[in-house]
T-cell receptor, first 111, second 117 residues
Framework: GDSVTQMEGPVTLSEEAFLTINCTYTATGYPSLFWYVQYPGEGLQLLLKATKADDKGSNKGFEATYRKETTSFHLEKGSVQVSDSAVYFCARGGSNYKLTFGKGTLLTVNP | DTAVSQTPKYLVTQMGNDKSIKCEQNLGHDTMYWYKQDSKKFLKIMFSYNNKELIINETVPNRFSPKSPDKAHLNLHINSLELGDSAVYFC????????????????FGPGTRLTVL
Protein backbone atom coordinates (compact mmCIF):
# COMPACT_ATOMS: atom_id res chain seq x y z
CA GLY A 1 0.00 0.00 0.00
CA ASP A 2 0.88 3.67 -0.02
CA SER A 3 3.47 4.70 2.54
CA VAL A 4 5.74 7.58 3.42
CA THR A 5 8.98 7.30 5.34
CA GLN A 6 10.49 10.39 6.82
CA MET A 7 13.53 11.06 8.90
CA GLU A 8 13.01 10.35 12.57
CA GLY A 9 13.51 13.23 14.89
CA PRO A 10 13.90 15.10 16.94
CA VAL A 11 16.13 17.48 15.03
CA THR A 12 17.78 20.31 16.96
CA LEU A 13 19.56 23.12 15.13
CA SER A 14 20.98 26.52 15.88
CA GLU A 15 19.48 29.56 14.23
CA GLU A 16 20.71 30.12 10.65
CA ALA A 17 21.74 26.47 10.25
CA PHE A 18 20.86 24.49 7.13
CA LEU A 19 17.93 22.12 7.40
CA THR A 20 17.22 18.89 5.56
CA ILE A 21 14.41 16.51 6.46
CA ASN A 22 14.41 13.42 4.29
CA CYS A 23 11.23 11.91 2.91
CA THR A 24 10.70 8.94 0.60
CA TYR A 25 7.44 7.50 -0.67
CA THR A 26 6.17 4.32 -2.27
CA ALA A 27 6.14 4.64 -6.01
CA THR A 28 2.61 3.44 -6.77
CA GLY A 29 1.08 5.66 -9.41
CA TYR A 30 1.86 9.36 -9.76
CA PRO A 31 1.00 10.85 -6.39
CA SER A 32 0.98 14.46 -5.38
CA LEU A 33 3.47 15.14 -2.59
CA PHE A 34 3.10 17.54 0.29
CA TRP A 35 4.87 18.96 3.30
CA TYR A 36 2.66 20.06 6.15
CA VAL A 37 3.79 21.90 9.29
CA GLN A 38 2.22 21.79 12.73
CA TYR A 39 3.15 24.57 15.13
CA PRO A 40 2.70 23.87 18.85
CA GLY A 41 -0.95 23.66 19.83
CA GLU A 42 -2.23 24.12 16.29
CA GLY A 43 -3.57 22.08 13.40
CA LEU A 44 -1.59 21.15 10.33
CA GLN A 45 -1.11 23.66 7.59
CA LEU A 46 0.21 23.15 4.10
CA LEU A 47 3.80 24.29 3.73
CA LEU A 48 4.38 23.34 0.09
CA LYS A 49 3.40 20.78 -2.51
CA ALA A 50 4.40 19.31 -5.87
CA THR A 51 2.08 17.49 -8.22
CA LYS A 52 4.44 15.96 -10.77
CA ALA A 53 7.99 14.77 -11.25
CA ASP A 54 10.69 17.46 -11.17
CA ASP A 55 8.30 20.04 -9.75
CA LYS A 56 9.76 22.14 -6.97
CA GLY A 57 7.48 23.35 -4.20
CA SER A 58 8.59 26.36 -2.20
CA ASN A 59 7.24 28.58 0.55
CA LYS A 60 8.68 30.70 3.40
CA GLY A 61 12.23 29.78 2.37
CA PHE A 62 11.51 26.04 2.40
CA GLU A 63 11.93 23.97 -0.77
CA ALA A 64 11.33 20.39 -1.85
CA THR A 65 11.75 18.78 -5.27
CA TYR A 66 9.67 15.83 -6.51
CA ARG A 67 12.28 13.23 -7.51
CA LYS A 68 10.65 10.30 -9.25
CA GLU A 69 13.92 8.45 -9.84
CA THR A 70 14.71 8.31 -6.12
CA THR A 71 11.05 8.47 -4.92
CA SER A 72 12.02 11.32 -2.64
CA PHE A 73 10.70 14.73 -1.60
CA HIS A 74 13.28 16.06 0.85
CA LEU A 75 12.54 19.32 2.64
CA GLU A 76 15.31 21.94 2.80
CA LYS A 77 15.82 25.42 4.14
CA GLY A 78 19.03 27.37 3.92
CA SER A 79 18.79 29.27 7.19
CA VAL A 80 16.32 28.25 9.88
CA GLN A 81 14.80 30.60 12.44
CA VAL A 82 13.50 29.99 15.94
CA SER A 83 9.99 30.50 14.57
CA ASP A 84 10.45 27.41 12.34
CA SER A 85 10.32 25.16 15.40
CA ALA A 86 7.44 22.78 14.70
CA VAL A 87 6.57 19.25 13.61
CA TYR A 88 6.94 18.65 9.87
CA PHE A 89 4.95 15.99 8.05
CA CYS A 90 5.62 14.61 4.61
CA ALA A 91 2.54 13.22 2.85
CA ARG A 92 1.53 11.62 -0.43
CA GLY A 93 -1.79 11.63 -2.16
CA GLY A 94 -3.10 8.29 -3.30
CA SER A 95 -5.53 6.93 -5.83
CA ASN A 96 -7.57 5.69 -2.88
CA TYR A 97 -8.70 9.24 -2.08
CA LYS A 98 -6.61 9.81 1.00
CA LEU A 99 -3.40 11.38 2.17
CA THR A 100 -0.83 9.12 3.73
CA PHE A 101 1.37 10.89 6.24
CA GLY A 102 4.84 10.17 7.49
CA LYS A 103 5.35 9.96 11.23
CA GLY A 104 6.42 13.59 11.58
CA THR A 105 9.75 15.17 12.46
CA LEU A 106 10.04 17.51 15.40
CA LEU A 107 12.36 20.44 14.66
CA THR A 108 13.66 22.65 17.44
CA VAL A 109 15.68 25.72 16.53
CA ASN A 110 17.69 27.34 19.30
CA PRO A 111 18.70 31.01 19.31
CA ASP B 1 -12.65 34.08 8.79
CA THR B 2 -11.94 30.62 10.08
CA ALA B 3 -11.77 28.12 7.21
CA VAL B 4 -12.18 24.86 9.15
CA SER B 5 -13.48 25.12 12.68
CA GLN B 6 -14.00 22.50 15.36
CA THR B 7 -15.79 22.54 18.67
CA PRO B 8 -14.94 22.01 21.39
CA LYS B 9 -11.20 22.67 21.50
CA TYR B 10 -10.80 20.65 24.68
CA LEU B 11 -12.98 17.81 25.89
CA VAL B 12 -12.44 16.03 29.21
CA THR B 13 -14.80 13.22 30.07
CA GLN B 14 -15.18 9.98 31.97
CA MET B 15 -14.83 6.50 30.54
CA GLY B 16 -18.11 5.12 29.25
CA ASN B 17 -19.59 8.49 28.30
CA ASP B 18 -20.82 9.46 24.83
CA LYS B 19 -19.51 12.66 23.25
CA SER B 20 -19.58 14.54 19.95
CA ILE B 21 -17.12 16.78 18.17
CA LYS B 22 -18.41 19.20 15.55
CA CYS B 23 -16.64 20.39 12.43
CA GLU B 24 -17.61 23.04 9.92
CA GLN B 25 -15.82 24.36 6.85
CA ASN B 26 -16.67 27.54 4.97
CA LEU B 27 -14.41 26.88 1.99
CA GLY B 28 -17.10 25.35 -0.20
CA HIS B 29 -15.18 22.08 -0.32
CA ASP B 30 -16.79 18.80 -1.32
CA THR B 31 -14.75 16.48 0.88
CA MET B 32 -14.20 16.34 4.62
CA TYR B 33 -12.07 14.10 6.82
CA TRP B 34 -11.48 13.05 10.40
CA TYR B 35 -7.98 12.22 11.64
CA LYS B 36 -6.70 10.97 14.98
CA GLN B 37 -3.30 12.13 16.22
CA ASP B 38 -1.78 10.13 19.06
CA SER B 39 0.64 11.28 21.73
CA LYS B 40 3.62 10.57 19.42
CA LYS B 41 2.11 12.90 16.79
CA PHE B 42 1.29 9.99 14.46
CA LEU B 43 -1.62 11.04 12.25
CA LYS B 44 -4.10 8.48 10.98
CA ILE B 45 -7.16 8.95 8.80
CA MET B 46 -10.41 7.70 10.27
CA PHE B 47 -13.17 8.76 7.87
CA SER B 48 -13.80 10.78 4.76
CA TYR B 49 -17.02 12.08 3.25
CA ASN B 50 -17.47 13.38 -0.27
CA ASN B 51 -20.70 15.29 -0.89
CA LYS B 52 -22.20 13.79 2.27
CA GLU B 53 -21.30 10.26 1.19
CA LEU B 54 -18.88 8.08 3.16
CA ILE B 55 -15.88 7.16 1.01
CA ILE B 56 -13.19 6.24 3.50
CA ASN B 57 -13.80 4.21 6.60
CA GLU B 58 -10.57 2.95 8.05
CA THR B 59 -10.35 0.29 10.70
CA VAL B 60 -12.03 2.27 13.41
CA PRO B 61 -14.17 0.79 16.24
CA ASN B 62 -17.86 1.12 15.48
CA ARG B 63 -18.17 3.23 18.63
CA PHE B 64 -17.04 6.05 16.31
CA SER B 65 -19.76 7.27 13.98
CA PRO B 66 -19.40 10.21 11.60
CA LYS B 67 -22.42 12.21 10.57
CA SER B 68 -22.55 14.64 7.65
CA PRO B 69 -25.79 16.66 7.66
CA ASP B 70 -24.57 18.73 4.70
CA LYS B 71 -21.41 19.33 2.69
CA ALA B 72 -20.11 21.93 5.12
CA HIS B 73 -20.38 19.84 8.26
CA LEU B 74 -18.88 16.56 9.43
CA ASN B 75 -19.46 15.65 13.05
CA LEU B 76 -17.90 12.80 14.98
CA HIS B 77 -19.86 10.96 17.64
CA ILE B 78 -18.09 8.59 20.00
CA ASN B 79 -19.98 6.11 22.18
CA SER B 80 -18.73 4.41 25.32
CA LEU B 81 -15.46 6.31 25.49
CA GLU B 82 -12.33 4.39 26.46
CA LEU B 83 -8.97 5.51 27.85
CA GLY B 84 -7.33 4.71 24.50
CA ASP B 85 -9.55 7.23 22.74
CA SER B 86 -7.56 10.05 24.34
CA ALA B 87 -5.92 11.90 21.46
CA VAL B 88 -6.20 15.02 19.36
CA TYR B 89 -8.84 14.74 16.65
CA PHE B 90 -8.50 16.85 13.52
CA CYS B 91 -11.10 17.66 10.95
CA UNK B 92 -9.95 18.59 7.44
CA UNK B 93 -11.46 19.44 4.06
CA UNK B 94 -10.35 19.49 0.44
CA UNK B 95 -11.84 20.70 -2.80
CA UNK B 96 -11.47 17.83 -5.20
CA UNK B 97 -9.37 15.03 -6.46
CA UNK B 98 -6.47 15.69 -8.74
CA UNK B 99 -5.81 13.69 -11.87
CA UNK B 100 -5.44 10.03 -11.09
CA UNK B 101 -7.51 10.38 -7.94
CA UNK B 102 -4.74 11.93 -5.87
CA UNK B 103 -6.17 14.18 -3.20
CA UNK B 104 -5.75 17.91 -3.39
CA UNK B 105 -4.49 20.07 -0.55
CA UNK B 106 -6.28 19.41 2.72
CA UNK B 107 -7.09 22.23 5.12
CA PHE B 108 -7.07 21.32 8.78
CA GLY B 109 -9.02 22.54 11.73
CA PRO B 110 -7.29 23.49 15.00
CA GLY B 111 -7.97 20.13 16.61
CA THR B 112 -9.96 18.84 19.57
CA ARG B 113 -7.94 17.44 22.45
CA LEU B 114 -9.97 14.62 23.97
CA THR B 115 -8.97 13.34 27.40
CA VAL B 116 -10.75 10.31 28.78
CA LEU B 117 -10.35 9.77 32.53
Amino acid sequence: GDSVTQMEGPVTLSEEAFLTINCTYTATGYPSLFWYVQYPGEGLQLLLKATKADDKGSNKGFEATYRKETTSFHLEKGSVQVSDSAVYFCARGGSNYKLTFGKGTLLTVNP
Amino acid sequence: DTAVSQTPKYLVTQMGNDKSIKCEQNLGHDTMYWYKQDSKKFLKIMFSYNNKELIINETVPNRFSPKSPDKAHLNLHINSLELGDSAVYFCASSQEWLAGGSTDTQYFGPGTRLTVL
